[in-house]
């Protein structure tokens, strides 16, 4: 037999370390009841020891190899076990009689897997091979502090058999037990459930945001160039390691506020399945505060900086080139020190996301080329991004007032957020459309007053000189809104 295991940082190599001789399904069956009368009368060592001889006789005469993957490997897991277990979940056959199915907590879908004793054949590339799951009871001794005595206990030991022609066993351990592996990631990435930390929060919620790249309203061009950064990205480690950079990138994504760029980043983390950190600088006293979270990020994550403008001091840049530790607040420098130094220098597959609404507002320093890898404008809506914004919306693709609309948003700066906001008022796509085109001409109309030059004191009557003045307020009136919203979000966690 031939005992296989993967360490957590190892798990390309499978490392064998017992004996290697054969076996036949026949000497299973015997083996299996001879273990069973053992257990009751003999001690382990001796049936460990019988078990291995009668193994070692009966094998000479099979053409079968057994694979032996245990559950663990001391106190570490094993890797092969593990990706057998959710691989061998997508291969249950009618032949089986016993599953095991659990939920985790936060888990969408149930976990099937099977039962002790139970066989799954499988067939790849020509050749059949049987998984079997075999159990065993193993006395464990342990201390109890509280005591001082030793207790003995009984432990399940679980096993996958891997059974299949001698003949395969390169093709099996280069080729077979590699696909296995893939496989499970694949599975397992489909049943990630996405998280989102956050500083004031100490548990991470499931991140159950409905944004993806199909629902989100952006230059079309634009989406796809960065869907395809971003699998580049993830298909590059190798790259990453030849050239000798870290495996990071960086975006910073700017526009006016409700063009969808929190929402951009949940699509993001919807289509990597990474998980998200919302780091709220403001909620952090200190650089070294920065430097202890950045440590306890995960790999595969999106690390998300808000409103970069709003939430950072720009001119603490001045206090010095490394961490200021006596400062009360994070730095510029020390934001800067952390995208290019020590966050570059430890974790794998991360990507780090600054928003602003004020891009001309940002200190070059982090705009300098290199620093974020790609700068995405969030625009206001074009008539591309209003026939998604329809589609989600109202479940339609054309309708007669669909040009009017479209000329009208061509005029007017309109955020996809108002049109959401518009077309969630009724499911009726004439109503909705009928209330839009109200919205975007009450709009028009406003943003003509706001460019209408200011009229000179004394050469009006009361009642202009008052709609002139209330039409400033209404113009100045939207940004004075935004600023506020922002200092809002300084105090209060942003949802996504
Ligand atoms: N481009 C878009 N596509 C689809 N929906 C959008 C888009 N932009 C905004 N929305 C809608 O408006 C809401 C607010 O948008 P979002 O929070 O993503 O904007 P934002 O750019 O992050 O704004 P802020 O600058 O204020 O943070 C979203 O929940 C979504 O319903
Ligand atoms: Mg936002």
Redesign the pocket.
């Known amino acids: 037999m031939f005992s296989l295991s993967s360490m957590p940082s190892t798990s390309s190599v499978l490392s064998t370390y017992t004996t290697f001789a054969a076996s036949a399904m026949l000497v299973r069956t015997i083996l299996n009841e001879v273990q069973t009368i053992t257990n009751q009368f003999i001690p382990q060592k001796l049936q460990d020891i019988l078990s291995s001889k009668l193994e070692g006789l009966f094998g000479k005469f099979s053409d079968q190899l057994t694979l032996i993957i245990e559950q663990s490997e001391g106190f570490s897991v094993n890797e092969i076990y593990q990706a057998a277990e959710l691989y061998l979940s997508t291969r249950i056959t009618p032949s089986i009689q016993q599953l095991r199915v659990s939920q985790a907590p936060g888990e969408k879908s149930l976990s099937v897997t099977i039962n002790k004793g139970q066989k799954v054949v499988d067939t790849f590339e020509g050749m059949q091979l049987t998984w079997e799951l075999v159990t065993s009871e193993k006395q464990k001794t342990s201390l109890d502090y509280d005591s001082g005595l030793y207790a003995s206990e009984t432990a399940e030991h679980k096993s996958f058999h891997l059974s299949f022609s001698k003949i395969f066993k390169d093709k099996v351990l280069n080729k077979y037990l590699p696909y296995v592996a893939e496989r499970s990631k694949a599975i397992k990435e489909t049943k990630k459930v996405i998280k989102l930390y956050s500083l004031c929060a100490a548990d991470a919620i499931n991140l159950d945001h409905p944004?993806t790249f199909d629902?989100?309203?952006?230059d079309p061009v634009l989406k796809q160039a960065l869907i395809d950064d971003l699998d580049r990205f993830v298909k590059r480690r190798e790259f990453y390691s030849r050239v000798g950079k870290a495996w990071k990138r960086g975006y910073l994504l700017y526009?006016?506020?409700?063009?969808?760029?929190?929402?951009?980043i949940a699509a993001m983390a919807n289509y990597l399945k990474f998980d998200i950190y919302d780091m709220e600088l403001a909620s952090l006293r200190s650089n070294s505060d920065l430097r202890r979270l950045l440590v306890s990020t995960g790999n595969r994550s999106i690390l998300v900086i808000?409103?970069i403008d709003c939430s950072i001091e720009l001119e603490n840049r001045q206090c010095g080139g490394g961490y200021d530790e006596n400062n009360s607040q994070v730095t510029l420098s020390g934001l800067l020190n952390f995208v290019d130094g020590l966050w570059s220098s430890c974790g794998d597959e991360r990507i780090i996301v600054f928003?602003t609404?004020y891009k001309e507002r940002l200190d070059p320093a982090l705009l300098r080329p290199g620093r974020m890898d790609m700068h995405i404008h969030?625009s206001y809506l074009t008539p591309g991004?209003f026939k998604?914004?329809a589609f989600?919306y109202l479940k339609i693709k054309s309708h007669s007032m669909f040009d009017e609309i479209e000329e009208l948003i061509k005029e007017v700066e309109v955020?996809?957020?108002e049109v959401?906001e518009e077309f969630m008022k009724s499911e009726d796509a004439d109503v909705a459309l009928n209330g839009l085109v109200d919205f975007l001409l009450r709009k028009k109309e406003q943003t003509m007053k706001c460019e209408e030059p200011k009229v000179d004191e004394g050469t009006q009557g009361n009642e202009e000189e008052n709609e002139s003045l209330k039409s400033e307020e209404d113009c100045t009136g939207q940004k004075r809104n935004?600023v506020n919203?922002k200092k809002k979000k300084k105090k209060k966690l942003?949802s996504f």
């Open positions: 944004s629902t989100l309203a952006m526009g006016p506020p409700g063009t969808g760029k929190s929402s951009l808000e409103d928003t609404n969030m991004g998604i914004l989600n955020t996809p957020a959401a935004n919203k942003k």
